[in-house]
């Protein structure tokens, strides 16, 4: 197995982090979306808009092996994750986990941490959340021909 580093996002990765996370998207979610919610999430992932956010002090992290990006989690006003992926290949192997709990490590120790975690999980997604604590809050929605379910996690400061 490789050794995998968690990192802070590196101004420069926008490209390789669309890639990856487009290239999971397209194989495991995009079947589920509408034409105008793969168009609407693809927007959303764009490389100058992922450089956008992160200047706007979003929080993301990076999962490498080696100098290959293999995972990211961007996380929204310090209690929301807007982005988690995992390449194919690196699935299974605990660094959606890691990249969460790395998530949580850095707000707790910038005074930012929440007292709950949500997420607007894909459907193909749920279990990984329920894995990680999360539990579903409403029915699934539908928003911009995104299916999503509601869920949130409490945090133990």
Same mark, same amino acid.
């Given at each position: ?9 590196? %101004? ?10 487009? =290239?999971?998207?397209?194989? *495991? #979610?995009?079947? &589920? /979306? ?33 100098? %290959? ?10 209690? =929301?994750?807007?982005?988690? *992926? #995992?390449?194919? &290949? /690196? ?67």
């Amino acid at each position: 197995m490789d050794t995998i580093k968690i990192e802070k996002y590196q %101004k420069g990765q926008e490209t390789e982090i669309y890639q990856l996370i487009k =290239r999971v998207y397209d194989e *495991f #979610v995009s079947y &589920e /979306y509408t034409m105008e919610g793969n168009q609407f999430f693809y927007d959303w992932i764009q490389p100058d808009k992922i450089a956008q956010r992160q200047a706007e002090n979003r929080n993301m992290l990076t999962a490498t092996s080696g100098i %290959k990006i293999v995972g990211v989690i961007e996380i929204r006003d310090n209690n =929301r994750i807007s982005l988690l *992926f #995992v390449d194919k &290949e /690196y699935q299974g192997q605990g660094i959606a986990k890691r990249l969460f709990h790395e998530s949580l490590k850095f707000l707790i120790q910038n005074d930012s941490a929440p007292g709950k975690f949500y997420v607007h999980a894909s459907p193909c997604s749920i279990p990984i959340y329920k894995k990680l604590g999360f539990i579903e809050t409403e029915s699934l929605q539908e928003n911009h021909g995104i299916k999503y379910m509601p869920m949130e996690k409490k945090i133990k400061k």
